[in-house]
């Protein structure tokens, strides 16, 4: 089946600076790319997302990026702030499927 | 996105009690999905809630235990039987309108603690 790991696990970073979280996949037929945030006792919250016919998105200081050939994507934050402060997952889908598989999540420390 | 809302918020319970959790969106939706998330740990899909019929379990998770209702396309529920303290968790019921994206979004969890 599908299988998802992420890393890093835990990541400090001083405010201003850049963050990046990577997920690599195994299954090829993967299309569809989303990354979530949640906050401490929030729910998680959809913040970036990419389909296999595109290599980059961006929004504002987040972008996602895709290799489908390596087989992985990865979450780029830019100039963070103490409010990025909070643990991302990466999810896919299964294949054929609407179901999600999700990463093991990154807690992001943004140090002031 | 649709707005989703879940009841209750938290509880607090026995072992070998059940708690029975809603889930209602304001709009209908095609897929709704129950997850558990255990206290710093990631997501785990429990079950898809099918509409009108037996939901769909994920490996390791069981109709006796979790028992899902889906009557409509707007609601569901959760129940979480004969509990142990290993069923403290938050569960989360998630949604999915599929309008060519396969995106899903989420209620705002239940945090369950079993003394």
């Known amino acids: 089946g599908e299988n998802v790991e992420q890393h890093p696990s835990t990541l400090s970073v001083q405010e201003g600076d850049s963050a990046v979280i990577k997920c690599t996949y195994s299954d090829s037929a993967s299309n569809y790319f989303p990354w979530y945030k949640q906050e401490l006792g929030k729910r998680p919250q959809l913040i970036i997302d990419i389909r296999s016919n595109v290599g980059e998105k961006k929004d504002q200081r987040i972008a996602v990026t895709l290799n489908k050939t390596a087989k992985h994507f990865s979450l780029h934050i830019t100039e963070t702030q103490p409010e990025d402060s909070a643990v991302y997952f990466c999810?896919?889908?299964?294949?054929?499927?609407?179901?999600?598989?999700f990463g093991t999540g990154t807690r992001l420390k943004v140090l002031a | 996105s649709a707005v989703i809302s879940q009841k209750p918020s938290r509880d607090i319970c026995q072992r070998g009690t059940s708690l029975t959790i809603q889930c209602q969106v304001d709009?209908?939706?095609?897929?709704m999905f129950w997850y558990r998330q255990q206290p710093g740990q990631s997501l785990t899909l429990i079950a898809t809630a099918n509409q009108g019929s037996e939901a769909t379990y994920e490996s390791g998770f069981v109709i006796d235990k979790f028992p899902i209702s889906r009557p409509n396309l707007t609601f569901s529920t959760l129940t979480v039987s004969n509990m142990s303290p290993e069923d403290s968790s938050i569960y989360l019921c998630?949604?999915?309108?599929?309008?060519?994206?396969?995106?899903?979004?989420f209620g705002p969890g239940t945090r369950l603690l079993v003394l």
């Open positions: 709009s209908q939706v095609t897929m």
């Open positions: 999810a896919l889908p299964g294949p054929g499927t609407y179901k999600y598989i």
């Open positions: 998630s949604v999915a309108v599929l309008t060519g994206k396969e995106t899903q979004y």
